[in-house]
């Protein structure tokens, strides 16, 4: 039986969430790839409860990757969602019931927007340089 070539990458994708997970101390990790008009979960690592699952999709206009991607820096953190003035009446946060939210942008090789990397958790969280 010939190996699915993807399998490795899910692996070391799941690693590296959970190495990011315990060092930010949050409960959730996920790539998100942009199409058209969604952003669609790859993969995603929920250490103690599942916040995001994988393949879930929403709409780009309101998602917060969108906060990441249009940004000029390709970052964008949100110690508590329900309180920003960009977040608070965003479907996904009430969807989600996260506060703290921290996004990167990921391009391809050829320069071109690919997707995030983003973090979630319950509770308040200031995200550090």
Avoid: W
Avoid at 30 to 56: F, G, Q
Avoid at 57 to 80: A, F, G, I, M, T
Avoid at 81 to 103: H, P, S, W
Wanted: with cysteine.
């Amino acid at each position: 039986m010939i190996p699915n070539p993807h399998e490795s990458l899910v692996d070391v994708s799941n690693q590296l969430f959970e190495l990011i997970v315990d060092e930010l101390g949050v409960n959730t990790a996920y790539v998100a790839r942009r199409d058209d008009n969604v952003m669609t979960v790859l993969n995603s690592h929920n250490k103690t409860e599942e916040i995001v699952p994988s393949d879930v999709v929403v709409n780009y206009e309101d998602s917060n990757c969108k906060l990441v991607l249009e940004n000029p820096d390709q970052v964008r953190s949100v110690s508590n969602l329900f309180t920003d003035v960009e977040t608070k009446d965003r479907t996904v946060t009430e969807q989600f019931q996260v506060k703290a939210f921290l996004g990167v942008s990921l391009t391809r090789k050829n320069g071109q927007p690919f997707g995030t990397l983003c973090v979630m958790d319950r509770g308040e969280k200031k995200f550090l340089e």
